[in-house]
C-alpha cells in the first residue's frame, strides 16, 4: 500500500523536481491532502453536522459553530496527517513512535491554538467566512509545520 502511494504522488514530482526534492514534495502532497480533508471535514462539521448552530453545553461556556467545527476537524486531521508523515515522508527518522507521536502532537497542539487565534480574529474581527479563514489559516500553518515536523517530530538522531 506503502509503495503504491508513493508511487502515485511521485508521478506527479518531475514538473517540479527542478525547484523541490522528491521529499519536500511528498511532504507538500501528503500536507496538502491532509489539508483539504480538513477543509472538507470542516465545511461539513460546520454546515452539516453543527448547522451553523454554536454549540451549549450545560455548565460550559458557549462554544461558536466555528470554533466547534475546529474541534471536530482537528480530531480527524490529526491521525491523517500524523499516518502520512510517518509511514510517508519521514521515513527516515529513527525516533521511536511514541516519541514522534507525542511530538507530533505538541506539534499539532500549537496549530490548533494558532489555528483557534487565527480563525478567531478571522472571523469576529475581519468578517471573513468560516471556512475561507480556515483555509488562509492552514496555508499559513503549513509552512510551520514543515519545519517543526523535519527538525522535531520526525528528526533523524546523527
Not at 20 to 43: D, E, K, L, N, Q
Not at 63 to 71: D, E, G, K, R, V
Not at 90 to 102: D, P, V, W
Not at 144 to 149: A, D, E, N, V
Amino acid at each position: 500500500m506503502r509503495k503504491a502511494i508513493l508511487r502515485f504522488i511521485d508521478f506527479f514530482y518531475p514538473p517540479f523536481s527542478r525547484w523541490i526534492s522528491p521529499h519536500t514534495f511528498r511532504y507538500i502532497a501528503t500536507g496538502g491532502t491532509t489539508m483539504v480533508a480538513g477543509v472538507v471535514v470542516y465545511y461539513i462539521a460546520y454546515n452539516i453536522i453543527l448547522k451553523q448552530e454554536d454549540v451549549q453545553i450545560k455548565g460550559m461556556p458557549l462554544i461558536t459553530a466555528p470554533i466547534a467545527a475546529l474541534a471536530i476537524e482537528s480530531l480527524l486531521t490529526f491521525l491523517i496527517g500524523f499516518l502520512l508523515n510517518k509511514y510517508l515522508v519521514f521515513t527516515q527518522s529513527n525516533l521511536k513512535g511514541r516519541i514522534q507521536l507525542f511530538r507530533y502532537g505538541s506539534v499539532v497542539a500549537t496549530n490548533i491554538l494558532l489555528n483557534y487565534a487565527f480563525i478567531k480574529v478571522l472571523v469576529e474581527a475581519f468578517s471573513f467566512y468560516p471556512t475561507v479563514a480556515k483555509l488562509v489559516t492552514s496555508l499559513i500553518l503549513a509552512v510551520f509545520s514543515y519545519f517543526s515536523q523535519k527538525h522535531f517530530s520526525f528528526k533523524v538522531k546523527k
